[in-house]
């Protein structure tokens, strides 16, 4: 028998190659076709969404430059990951819909906001008038209270998974983390409330820009929650060990990208209530470092922070199924031993 790859190319009666054809592992098809039809709809509407953008639909782009090696990254993360959520949660649980519903309709929501949220917008707002900037205001609004809806239907599934009682180790780090991330959000809503407000000279519009601002604090409380959750959970020896090691790294990465972000915010209020000192001067090197460091922080906390949670989910941090180790061969005979026991949860473990 030849060997594959030692094999001419075949020909048909006419003496033309046939076309080259790309390998395809066999096991790629059976795990599509054992997908839930809902992961299948969510992995087409992450192609969608990414060919939508490449054409401009709405208004929306890649923002994919060939010069700007880091776009090449931030072209797909962490949003096409975001609208591909609850396909991870499926592929690694087909039964995520009953073992963690509340994880899983967190995860919908969360997808669907970043799917919607940007063509929607684009769509409304072309035009012009009061009523297209109230309109694309309200589709932002909307987007931001459906992805807070569902971070903390996902922080509130993963309580329902009786996690293990912390070390005194991570219920400190979870408390830092919610701190950070919440104390950013309560800064937006400080400066909102009490800083100068947008005027644009028509009334509702105004009052939809304050409304904005407190969503997107509240929509940062809630990732504050989910992070305090997931780092507090650190331990449980039942989810894949991978899945929580990855998480807990990410969430402190986004805390410390979220504190710095917090002060940047801060000084801008009161640049903005008190106008710029020399140091805050345009040019400026203390400028200058402030604006390095809130683009190095925005890469840290979002395009690696917040992917790499959503991967930890795709490896099981919402999984405490037993994992089994695979049975001997049946034909392979040997002494018999006692099966495997799995370590208790600490709070099982603690006297």
Same mark, same amino acid.
């Given at each position: ?178 701190? /950070?991330? =919440?104390? !950013? %959000?309560? @800064?937006?809503?400080? +400066? #909102?409330?009490?800083?100068? &407000?947008?005027? $644009? ?20 409380? /809630?990732? =504050?929650? !989910? %992070?305090? @959750?997931?780092?507090? +959970? #650190?331990?449980?020896?039942? &989810?894949?060990? $991978? ?31 008190? +106008? ?76």
């Amino acid at each position: 028998m030849t060997d594959g790859r030692d094999a001419e190319p075949a020909t048909n009666a006419l003496g033309v190659v046939d076309p080259i054809r790309i390998p395809i592992p066999s096991a790629l098809p059976r795990a599509w076709q054992r997908l839930p039809v809902l992961a299948k709809v969510f992995v087409g509407l992450t192609i969608l969404d990414i060919v939508a953008r490449a054409v401009g639909f709405a208004g929306t782009s890649l923002f994919l430059d060939l010069a700007a090696p880091l776009s090449v990254l931030t072209a797909f993360f962490p949003r096409s990951l975001l609208i591909l959520f609850p396909a991870l949660l499926l592929l690694r649980r087909p039964d995520a819909d009953r073992a963690t519903p509340l994880v899983l309709q967190g995860a919908v929501l969360v997808a669907l906001a970043v799917l919607l949220g940007d063509p929607l917008g684009g769509l409304v707002g072309m035009g012009i008038g009061e009523e297209v900037i109230g309109a694309s205001l309200l589709v932002s609004i909307a987007a931001t209270a459906l992805k807070a809806a569902g971070w903390i239907a996902i922080a509130i599934g993963l309580l329902r998974l009786a996690p293990v009682a912390p070390s005194r180790f991570l219920a400190g780090l979870s408390n830092l983390v919610f701190a /950070a991330i =919440a104390g !950013l %959000g309560l @800064v937006y809503l400080v +400066g #909102a409330l009490l800083g100068p &407000r947008t005027d $644009i000279g028509i009334p509702g519009v105004d009052g939809l820009f304050l409304l904005s601002s407190v969503t997107a604090a509240i929509g940062l409380m /809630a990732w =504050a929650f !989910l %992070g305090r @959750v997931i780092v507090r +959970g #650190a331990d449980d020896v039942r &989810r894949p060990l $991978i899945a929580t090691r990855l998480a807990l790294p990410a969430f402190a990465l986004i805390a410390v990208a979220s504190a710095f972000d917090a002060l940047v915010a801060g000084a801008f209020f009161v640049m903005r209530a008190f +106008g710029p000192g020399p140091a805050l001067a345009p040019g400026q090197p203390v400028q200058d470092a402030i604006i390095i460091g809130s683009i190095t922080t925005g890469i840290l906390g979002t395009l690696i922070g917040t992917s790499a949670v959503i991967v930890a989910f795709g490896l099981g941090l919402a999984d405490t199924s037993p994992r089994v180790p695979a049975p001997a061969h049946d034909a392979v005979a040997g002494p018999e031993v006692e099966p495997l026991a799995w370590p208790a949860p600490a709070a099982a473990r603690a006297p």
